[in-house]
Nanobody, 111 residues
Framework: VQLVESGGGLVQPGGSLRLSCSAS????????VRWFRQAPGKEREWIAG????????NYADSVKGRFTISRHNDKNTVYLQMNSLKSEDTAVYYC?????WGQGTQVTVSS
């Protein structure tokens, strides 16, 4: 099982980024997927999840209304569209499936 995140970078406050998590080594559509993030000096926190069919997303209050999680099972990929980014969104973002984690992608929100 391998999860690879991409799409992070430096963005100004109010800007947008779309993260991707590409999966391989298993039947992707069988599992729910989650996004977490970890800011410097803080614990890793859950921010979004999506059911295996993509029908039911859910979000932490800190990102609700700004972030959108989606998935494309034919492409074995989960996305995290992040809008109206704030400095407090700065973190390493990880996707998670069962006990498997990607390597993370850095998101920095700064002017």
């Amino acid at each position: 099982v391998q999860l690879v995140e991409s799409g992070g970078g430096l963005v100004q406050p109010g800007g947008s980024l779309r993260l991707s998590c590409s999966a391989s080594g298993f039947t992707f559509s069988t599992y729910a997927v989650r996004w977490f993030r970890q800011a410097p000096g803080k614990e890793r926190e859950w921010i979004a999840g999506i059911t295996r069919d993509g029908a039911i997303p859910n979000y932490a209050d800190s990102v609700k209304g700004r972030f959108t999680i989606s998935r494309h099972n034919d492409k074995n990929t989960v996305y995290l569209q992040m809008n109206s980014l704030k400095s407090e969104d700065t973190a390493v973002y990880y996707c998670n499936l069962l006990t498997f984690w990607g390597q993370g992608t850095q998101v920095t929100v700064s002017s």
